[in-house]
């Protein structure tokens, strides 16, 4: 289950709801907890004047948007970080077109995370966002 699958228009049973959220949760989190406060750690470290939700749903949909790309497009990496980064404007009102670069950064290092759940340092990834920058088309 991911961002999209969610409506706030479908009436459902509390049970429903509740399988939901721990499907998207185990989603969100294939490792669990030690995973969920790694990952925020590290963006507040990445964004430190933001709080939870200005932080996690713009990474959760920016991952999203990954995955999904990866998975229905059969395109290579580089062309799904190209696309996302140039066709921001679609997904403006969520991520905002500054914090993009750094957003895939982050998604690049979550998806190398295994059960150890160690991410890199908030300062490799504002590197590996400055790199990515350069493949921004204006």
């Known amino acids: 289950m991911a961002l999209s699958d969610i409506s706030l228009f479908q009436w459902k049973r509390k049970a429903e709801m509740e399988r939901e959220q721990v499907e998207y949760e185990k989603w969100a989190f294939p490792y669990g907890e030690k995973q969920r406060e790694n990952l ?3 963006l507040f470290a990445v964004f430190p004047k933001r709080d939870v939700p200005s932080t996690l ?3 959760l949909t920016c991952r ?3 995955e999904t790309a990866l998975k229905h497009t059969g395109r290579a990496s580089d062309e799904i970080i190209d696309m996302l980064i140039n066709k921001q404007r679609k997904y403006k009102s969520i991520i905002k077109k500054k914090d993009m670069t750094t957003l895939i950064a982050l998604v690049l290092a979550d ?4 059960e150890r759940a160690e991410y890199p340092s908030a300062e490799v990834i504002h ?3 400055e790199e990515l920058e350069k493949l ?3």
Not at 111 to 114: L, S, T, W, Y
Request: overall charge neutral; glycine content about 0%.
């Open 40 to 42: 925020q750690a590290l």
């Open 57 to 59: 749903i713009p990474f």
């Open 64 to 66: 999203e948007l990954y």
């Open 111 to 114: 998806a190398a995370v295994d």
């Open 127 to 129: 590197h590996r966002a």
């Open 136 to 138: 921004r088309r204006e």
